[in-house]
């Protein structure tokens, strides 16, 4: 018995809406229970209900450039951690948090530069059970130096050292030596390099500020040599002068931060 074209065709069509009917309400479906999709973040740290640590987030390295890039030289980071009413762990939770934070600062902020404050935060709705949410506030301390004053600024690697107007005199300032003999007694018994940078700010001539800059870097560096420090140990010495500032020549706060110089341990 032959069976009609048009029974054929009908049977066909009613098939292929039977596959795209299954298709979306079963093999779709349980795709999508399989593989979720995963949610957009922004590398902000959160944290659960009654969590010290926040939650793993693969943009947080962007999230921490971005805000570390805000801070001037010599800037403390402040880290405001929250606790709620309704966490068991209370202030001593937002302390913790704020020690992990601190954690994940570093090296590129030295602990000395992260100040850690608590509040109690207004209920936001976050109780056992919800998703992470924001427990902490990030701001900017700015670094105020007077003229007459030096300053010493740790960053990683680098230490910096601001001097006053004119000033070349690193034995004036008896913190400067306290802490370049700590450096010293820490490095003594390592194999560590250092290369040592002067500037300055571009009041006066060019010339001038450039022999001015190497004049800094070598009172360093002759301080190290006489205290333990192998010269060659030393692998260089140099001024930049004027070149390079980091902060604006047009402002006396912006000439302070120029007027440096810069110690890289070289591990």
């Known amino acids: ?99 992990a934070l601190k954690s994940m600062m570093m090296p590129e902020m030295p602990e000395s530069r992260i100040k850690i404050l608590t509040k109690l935060a207004p209920d936001d709705g976050l109780a056992e059970g919800s998703p992470a949410k924001a427990s902490a506030d990030f701001s900017w301390s700015k670094m105020i130096l007077k003229a007459e004053q030096s300053a010493i600024i740790e960053s990683d690697n680098d230490i910096t050292f601001l001097f006053p107007t004119n000033s070349t005199e690193r034995d004036r300032n008896p913190d400067v030596e306290a802490y370049l003999n700590k450096l010293i007694e820490k ?17 006066g001539e060019a ?4 022999r001015l800059g190497l004049a800094r870097a070598r009172a360093i560096a002759l301080f190290l040599a006489k205290n333990g420090i192998d010269a060659k140990r030393i692998n260089k010495v140099e001024s930049k002068g004027e070149a390079d500032p980091v902060a604006d020549n047009s402002t006396e706060d912006g000439r302070r931060q120029n007027r440096r110089v810069v110690l890289t341990v070289n591990r």
């Open 1 to 99: 018995m032959k069976i009609p074209l048009w029974l054929i065709a009908l049977l066909f069509a009613g098939y292929t809406v039977w596959c795209a009917n299954y298709w979306h309400n079963y093999c779709k479906e349980r795709c999508c229970e399989e593989t979720p999709a995963v949610s957009a973040t922004t590398g902000e740290p959160l944290f659960l209900w009654n969590a010290q640590r926040p939650e793993a987030d693969t943009k947080f390295p962007d999230w921490k450039k971005a805000l570390l890039a805000k801070g001037g030289q010599g800037d403390t980071l402040v880290i405001t951690t929250w606790y709620r009413a309704n966490e068991p762990g209370g202030q001593q939770l937002a302390l913790a948090r704020g020690e």
């Open 187 to 203: 490095h003594k018994s390592t194999t560590n390099t250092f290369t040592i940078v002067g500037y300055t700010d571009d009041v």
């Open 207 to 210: 010339d001038e500020n450039q």
